[in-house]
């Protein structure tokens, strides 16, 4: 049974603070990582997509691939209460006919 | 990226009905994906829709009561058949561009009563 697991918070930060987030995924044949945000009662967005080990930036957010440890990981700096929403990580193995393997979500709470 | 148009937005459905949920492309994609989210929890894969075949359904999920039709490249629907209070839920469809990052429509939050 091919499975992404997050934990499901709920994470608390205070404002101003770095939000960790992490993902781990049990495929070692997948390839494409993505991170999403949704907010209550709306639709997922793509935040980041991650292919090779190592870092990829982008703006306040950071991704980070360990394949060999198969670890994903979402590093928010700077966290703004408007982050405040579920984080869901997806890994895709492009031999599984494309379809996403979706984590359960992890539950962010940026303070004031 | 995507513009994916889905509709309805909600509805509130008698049991033992029928909805039809649309979804609509801005541009042409090989195949669409239909989710269904519970509260509280991750997505769930339905079926995938491919243009011109008949779609390739999830383990727990049957033609008969998610029929999917798919007649062109930009416009899918699924149907929720014979609907019971355990079918409420987010229903979502989905598209991939050519790295499989996700694009979602609205969502349509069914309630049924």
């Known amino acids: 049974q091919k499975e992404v697991e997050q934990n499901s918070g709920p994470l608390s930060v205070p404002e101003g603070a770095i939000a960790s987030l992490n993902c781990t995924y049990s495929?070692?044949?997948?390839?494409?990582f993505f991170w999403y945000r949704q907010y209550s009662g709306k639709s997922p967005e793509l935040i980041m997509s991650?292919?090779s080990n190592g870092d990829k930036e982008d703006g306040r957010f950071t991704a980070q691939l360990n394949k060999a440890s198969q670890y994903v990981s979402l590093l928010i700096r700077d966290s703004q209460p408007s982050d405040s929403a579920t984080y869901l990580c997806?890994?895709?193995?492009?031999?599984?006919?494309?379809?996403?393997?979706w984590g359960l979500g992890t539950s962010l709470a940026v303070n004031p | 990226s995507a513009v994916i148009s889905q509709k309805p937005s909600r509805d509130i459905c008698q049991r033992g009905t029928s909805l039809t949920i649309q979804c609509q492309v801005d541009?042409?994609?090989?195949?669409m994906f239909w989710y269904r989210q519970q509260p509280g929890q991750s997505l769930t894969l339905i079926a995938t829709?491919?243009?011109?075949?008949?779609?390739?359904?999830e383990s727990g999920f049957v033609i008969d009561k998610f029929p999917i039709s798919r007649p062109n490249l930009t416009f899918s629907t699924l149907t929720v058949s014979n609907m019971s209070p355990e079918d409420s839920s987010i229903y979502l469809c989905?598209?991939?561009?050519?790295?499989?990052?996700?694009?979602f429509g609205q969502g349509t939050r069914l309630t049924v009563v």
């Open positions: 829709a491919n243009q011109g075949s008949e779609a390739t359904y």
């Open positions: 989905s598209v991939q561009t050519g790295d499989t990052e996700a694009f």
């Open positions: 997806a890994a895709s193995n492009a031999g599984n006919n494309r379809k996403l393997i």
């Open positions: 495929d070692r044949g997948s390839q494409s």
């Open positions: 541009s042409q994609v090989t195949m």
């Open positions: 991650i292919y």
